[in-house]
Each structure stands twice: as structure tokens, then as C-alpha cells.
């Protein structure tokens, strides 16, 4: 699986995993769903920090920018992939905004990443292909266990790295 193996090169370094996403617009809140989860059950000892930005990403960057991770990894609700609801997309933030983008939060997160990477950062974005981001507090069943997966590969990979 590609997308494991990826996922682990990347939590190979230290790395700040960001949520992104609206809490009020159903699917797009999963980004934030998994920041909370990951920062209560992320080993402190791991190298690693969580960030759940909610949609505001924009108000932690100069502490993400100036943090020693190496990494950082945006998980956020995606659109426009082409899979179906809950499929997951992982790559560098950059090649994946080019020509419009996934995100659901385009604007914040490429003026984002370009601080990070002046900061000499490697910026990813971890993508839930969402179905409905319209205004409600409905996580779709599809987007909630794909976000199971996500987190069980994240602190998988860090268990075993330390």
C-alpha cells in the first residue's frame, strides 16, 4: 500500500500534524475530528505535535513555522479528487494545489505552506475526499472511517518509531 508507506516516510521525521476544518459544514469537519483525537492519544514523548486549526490555520503558523518539526502534514476534507467519499490522497501540498486544488480551505493553506517551506519545511496534505460540506454537524459514515484508518496508521507508525 502506497499510501501507508508514504504516510510513514513522512512520520519518520518530526512532524506537526495539522487538522484543518469547519466543525459546522458536516464532512469538512474531519481534519479537525482528527487532530483532537490524535492530540489526546499522541504519545508526548514522540517528537511529534498536533495542531488542530480548525479552520484558521492562519492563526498558528509562525508557531508551527518556527517549531523543529520537520514535516508537517495537513490532514482537511478534499473535493474534486475524483474518488469516492472517504478516499484518501496524500502528497506534497504544493503539487497538489496546482490547478485549483483539493482543499477545502485553498487560500489559507498555499499562503500556509509557502511560510513553512521559507521556513524549510516539507509540507503534506493528507486528503478525505468529502461528499457534503454544506452547513450541518453530520460527519458522513464514509469520512468517519476513513478517519478511524488515518489515525490508527498515524499512531501505528509512531508506536513503532519509538
Not at 21 to 31: C, E, F, I, Q, T
Request: glycine residues 10%; negative net charge; charged residues 20%.
Amino acid at each position: 500500500m502506497t499510501f501507508a508507506r508514504d504516510l510513514a516516510q513522512i512520520l519518520s521525521h518530526p512532524t506537526c500534524i495539522v487538522g484543518v476544518g469547519n466543525m459546522l459544514r458536516n464532512d469538512d469537519a474531519v481534519g479537525a475530528l482528527i487532530a483532537d483525537r490524535l492530540e489526546a492519544e499522541l504519545p508526548a514523548t514522540s517528537g511529534h505535535f498536533v495542531v488542530n486549526a480548525e479552520d484558521v490555520i492562519e492563526n498558528h503558523v509562525f508557531r508551527i513555522a518556527e517549531s523543529a518539526a520537520h514535516n508537517v502534514l495537513v490532514i482537511d476534507a478534499v473535493q474534486g479528487t475524483g474518488g469516492e467519499t472517504g478516499s484518501l490522497v496524500l502528497g506534497k501540498l504544493t503539487e497538489m494545489e496546482v490547478g485549483g486544488g483539493y482543499s477545502t480551505h485553498k487560500l489559507a493553506l498555499s499562503m500556509a505552506a509557502s511560510l513553512f517551506e521559507q521556513h524549510g519545511k516539507q509540507v503534506y496534505l493528507l486528503g478525505i475526499a468529502a461528499q457534503d460540506i454544506d452547513f450541518g454537524t453530520t460527519v458522513s459514515s464514509a469520512i468517519l472511517d476513513s478517519a478511524e484508518t488515518v489515525i490508527d496508521l498515524v499512531l501505528g507508525r509512531i508506536a513503532r518509531s519509538n
